[in-house]
């Protein structure tokens, strides 16, 4: 079956996320060095604050890629990538790929975008933002991210069931 429209997937895969604050999250960041870091859910900001000497603010204000980062793990309304990626998703680019074992329709040619076969969360996404091209990967039902800049690893972010620390 064809994939439905891009805005729809991104409809869909907004639709039945948990409250962000649900799960906790750990963050290993590679900027000169390695840094484990420990997020906690701002619930007036709506936004992941990950502080361990480093502090990285993940939120729909924040700059690329943690922009990109919440639209695909938690924002409730993720057509943002729409406006944020310097590419379109156009429906004559919708396919089905295959993505960790399984079907997922996926939307884009220099930019790509995928949602999972139910259409219930975003699974890859590549795009470049002011220059940079940044690469996104959710594995293990959506508990696992993998972000990469211009093909380096940059971040790895785990949902952990009582915090870090």
């Known amino acids: ?27 290993t960041l590679v900027d000169d060095g390695v840094h484990q870091l420990c997020g906690a859910y701002d619930e007036s900001g709506k936004s992941w604050k990950f502080t361990n000497g ?9 700059p690329a890629p943690w922009n ?22 156009g429906a004559d680019t919708a396919r089905v790929e295959t993505f960790d074992g399984k079907p997922v329709h996926c939307y ?5 975008l995928c949602v999972d076969e139910e259409i219930r969360r975003i699974v890859a996404l590549d795009a470049e933002v002011d220059g940079v ?8 039902d959506g508990e696992r991210l993998r ?3 211009d093909g ?14």
């Open 1 to 27: 079956a064809m994939p439905p429209p891009v805005s729809t997937a991104l409809e869909f895969a907004g639709a039945d996320r948990d409250d962000p604050g649900e799960t906790g999250w750990s963050m």
């Open 54 to 62: 480093l502090d990285v603010e993940i939120g729909a204000e924040s």
């Open 68 to 89: 990109l980062v919440w639209a695909v793990l938690w924002s409730d309304e993720p057509q943002m990538l729409l406006d944020v990626v310097d590419d379109t998703f």
């Open 108 to 112: 884009g040619d220099d930019a790509r």
């Open 133 to 140: 091209d940044w690469t996104i990967r959710v594995t293990g």
């Open 147 to 149: 972000l990469t800049e």
């Open 152 to 165: 380096a690893q940059k971040a790895r972010l785990a949902a952990v069931a009582q915090g870090c620390g």
